[in-house]
């Protein structure tokens, strides 16, 4: 009888803590706002800003950007395609999304015009325009 009750406790004690940890993993990423600008990863990984004089010719052979943001962090930004970062290299941006690390996934990016943002991108968006090509496709 006492065997049973040992495994019982051992197993709602291992139930338990797997109930736990996706909720403090979850608590470590949440959503925030960062301010800053987008720039080549190289440029930042080596404590420099991307050329402003020579931003195209920059922008051939930088492989990646982050947001480097006004607290002097940098994050990589993993769902956000090339074409999209490269586009708005050197520009004030806002992104909304979670940030883990070195990374953030993004959930919206704003792009500064005068004094306020302007949506850009976000990921809703992108999922339905990745839906609609599909279903574009098959559907001839």
Request: charged share 25%.
């Amino acid at each position: 009888m006492k065997k049973i009750d040992i495994y019982k406790k051992s197993l709602v004690l291992v139930v338990s803590v797997a109930l736990i940890m996706p909720a403090v993993a979850i608590a470590k990423t949440h959503t925030a706002t960062f301010k800053g600008t987008i720039q080549g990863a190289l440029c930042v990984l080596e404590g420099k800003k991307c050329p402003p004089d020579d931003l195209d010719a920059h922008l051939l052979i930088e492989n990646n950007f982050v947001l480097l943001a006004s607290s002097g962090k940098y994050y990589y930004m993993p769902n956000i395609s090339r074409n999209v970062k490269a586009r708005y290299a050197g520009k004030d941006v806002q992104i909304t999304g979670k940030a883990k690390g070195e990374s953030i996934i993004v959930d919206k990016l704003e792009v500064k015009e005068g004094d306020k943002y302007k949506l850009i991108w976000t990921k809703e968006k992108q999922k339905r325009d990745i839906i609609n090509y599909f279903e574009s496709i098959t559907m001839g």
